[in-house]
């Protein structure tokens, strides 16, 4: 096996030298691809085939990558894939001239030409052009993937998104979509009067939802900012400034995990508008969602998963004590205190934390027993007040907000207010953040003392709305994960020791050669600042301790448990033949796909404890510090050698 890919790895490094020598032969003749500056295309693929009646006879010029390539003697055929497709060309030496035809037959597939020609069908009725003249504008120094099996490795297809949209013509076509769908959301937008602002990206004061900020150091000013979570204070500013219906396409930095629905930097629309409430924003999204369909689609029926889904039926209303009451069974207006409403959580296994109050309870139940039924567009209204801060209350009820989110296919996909303009009532939310904030919540926000001053000039009624662009795009290109919609989605990086050389050479004198910068690359720990927990006082006789069992453990798939943002569910080989699962809150510090195929330490005897309605089956072992008051933690990987299984004392 060794042997044949070491064979195999000769054959390509020779295949690799030939384009290189290919190049440099072209390069000394005169005829260097690279010094070609434009080349005047008139038709695309489609559109050719597409008016081909017209077009029969005509002079054309198309250009793209050579995809197939197949030489016949006197005569040979190509397939040029540009942005509509791919046509078929037909190249004779006869037409081309012998000295061109020559230069044609050492073309690679993956090489980038021009060609011009009079389109005709062949006798198998295939459209194609027949060469006059072909042109080699970029030499391919690489190989693309072996076309039967395509680019299917799906990291590989993310980490090199260009390979992808070579090699899938349905990736180009979702990403073609969705270029429509912002196209169309600004079309309607503008023909309802919005005008679209942009907002700063840098801000001192990270605000506007629940989520942990990036943190990052602006050198010129000494000064530490944050990347923004949201986009809403500042549009509210311009709401307060008189810009009556405003809106903003752009992308929101949450330091949060990875997932199917989850990418840390992620493109979220806000729109305000002054004078009108939460009702006018449910009006709005309804209109929105069905003129993006039908503009892009051609259909306001959509398929997701082979789920149907109606864009054009009214979208169904209800508020979250209805949406509890009707799949769980329990009735929160029954529920009067904190106590009554642990109980009820206790009763239906609904974990909560010791922070937690009667509204948060009421949101973890709907969490659990209802997001997953909302598959038709649906309006959840009337949020408990504890988990919305920015929020107008009810006035006839003001332990409940102004506020919806709307679903489809059980994810949330919008999420709007009757924004809170009163000032008195908005600086005590914040003030209750900030107490959330002490008690370990790191998405809580801080006072936000400029936006306070806006307020407090006053703002008029208005509705607000925060769509995420991304998980819309997915529904509506029937895609798995929001990675396949984003063309270039944040990934681990292939190597900590080759990330450290790169910014090692980029911040070395010019002289300093990238192999130099590696060799002076050392791995290097500080522990100067470092705290750990004091030992333990307490004895534990030997026979407790012995009764512990460590064994090694293979990660056989590991994934983010749905609605925890801390918890990683891991399926484990023990060695015993049956699967094991263990939760673990460690998602703050490991993306799943590292942990996959890893060896860990776990202790496989303890009685199962539910987690999230999951059952968590023993304990991953890890070591925990603290650095700066922030706990850092690793967990205990194993040597692979060690099997699944094995006992450790």
């Not at 008139?42 to 050579?66: C, N, P, Y």
Request: net charge negative; aromatic share 8%; glycine share 6%.
């Amino acid at each position: 096996m060794a042997e044949q890919k070491k064979q195999q790895e000769q054959d390509l490094n020779q295949l690799l030298k030939v384009r290189r020598e290919k190049l440099a032969d072209l390069q000394a003749n005169g005829k260097d691809p690279f010094k070609i500056v434009k080349y005047d295309v008139t038709h695309h693929s489609q559109e050719i085939k597409d008016h081909f009646d017209e077009l029969e006879s005509q002079t054309v010029t198309i250009a793209g990558r050579m995809m197939s390539k197949r030489v016949m003697g006197k005569a040979s055929f190509c397939h040029v894939q540009d942005l509509e497709g791919s046509i078929q060309s037909y190249v004779a030496r006869d037409s081309l001239g012998e000295e061109a035809y020559k230069d044609f037959k050492k073309l690679d597939v993956g090489d980038v030409i021009g060609i011009r020609g009079e389109v005709f069908r062949t006798k198998t009725g295939e459209i194609s052009i027949h060469a006059a003249e072909v042109t080699l504008l970029s030499k391919s120094l690489q190989i693309l993937p072996e076309k039967f099996h395509g680019l299917t490795n799906t990291d590989l297809r993310y980490r090199q998104r260009y390979v992808d949209l070579i090699m899938n013509p349905e990736v180009k076509d979702t990403f073609i979509k969705r270029s429509k769908i912002l196209s169309a959301i600004r079309t309607y937008l503008a023909g309802e009067g919005f005008m679209e602002v942009e907002t700063p990206m840098l801000v001192s004061n990270a605000g506007g939802a629940a989520a942990r900020p990036f943190e990052t150091h602006f050198n010129a000013l000494d000064e530490d900012l944050k990347l923004r979570i949201s986009l809403e204070l500042y549009l509210k500013r311009l709401i307060v400034g008189g810009l009556e219906k405003v809106y903003e396409i752009g992308r929101v930095f949450r330091n949060e995990g990875l997932d199917t629905r989850h990418n840390p930097e992620f493109t979220l629309m806000e729109l305000y508008q002054a004078y009108t409430d939460y009702h006018g924003m449910m009006d709005l999204t309804e209109n929105l969602y069905r003129y993006v369909a039908q503009a892009v689609l051609g259909t306001t029926k959509i398929s997701y998963n082979g789920i149907e889904m109606d864009l054009g039926k009214p979208f169904e209303r209800i508020t979250m004590l209805d949406a509890v009451k009707k799949y769980s069974g329990v009735d929160f207006n029954e529920i009067h205190t904190l106590e009554e409403a642990r109980a009820a959580a206790d009763e239906h296994h609904v974990q909560y934390e010791e922070r937690h109050k009667k509204g948060d309870i009421l949101n973890l139940f709907f969490e659990e027993f209802v997001e997953d039924h909302l598959i038709q567009p649906t309006f959840v209204m009337d949020h408990p007040v504890e988990i919305s801060p920015l929020t107008k209350k009810k006035p006839e009820n003001p332990d409940y907000v102004e506020r919806f989110e709307f679903f489809m296919n059980g994810w949330e996909m919008a999420n709007a207010y009757s924004e809170l303009n009163d000032p008195i009532d908005q600086r005590e939310r914040f003030k209750a953040q900030e107490e959330l904030l002490a008690q370990g919540d790191e998405e809580a926000n801080t006072t936000d003392e400029d936006f306070m001053h806006a307020l407090e000039l006053g703002m008029p009624p208005t509705g607000g709305i925060g769509f995420g662009i991304d998980r819309m795009c997915m529904l509506l290109t029937d895609s798995q994960a929001i990675r396949d919609v984003l063309l270039f989605p944040t990934m681990k990086s292939m190597g900590a020791a080759k990330n450290e050389a790169n910014n090692a050479a980029q911040s070395a004198p010019v002289e300093k050669t990238v192999e130099k910068a590696i060799a002076e690359v050392k791995e290097t720990y500080d522990f100067s600042n470092v705290e750990v927990e004091p030992l333990f006082k307490d004895m534990v006789d030997f026979d407790t301790f012995s009764k512990s069992d460590f064994r090694a453990v293979k990660v056989k798939e590991c994934e983010a448990v749905p609605k925890s943002k801390k918890l990683l569910k891991f399926v484990l080989d023990d060695g015993s033949g049956v699967d094991r699962v263990i939760l673990s809150g460690i998602h703050d510090y490991y993306e799943p796909e590292f942990l996959v195929g890893k060896t860990l330490l776990a202790i496989t005897n303890l009685p199962p404890r539910k987690m999230m309605g999951i059952d968590s089956c023993g304990m991953i072992i890890s070591a925990t510090h603290l650095v700066e008051g922030r706990e850092g933690l690793n967990v205990l990987i194993l040597d692979d050698k060690i099997p699944a299984g094995a006992k450790l004392y």
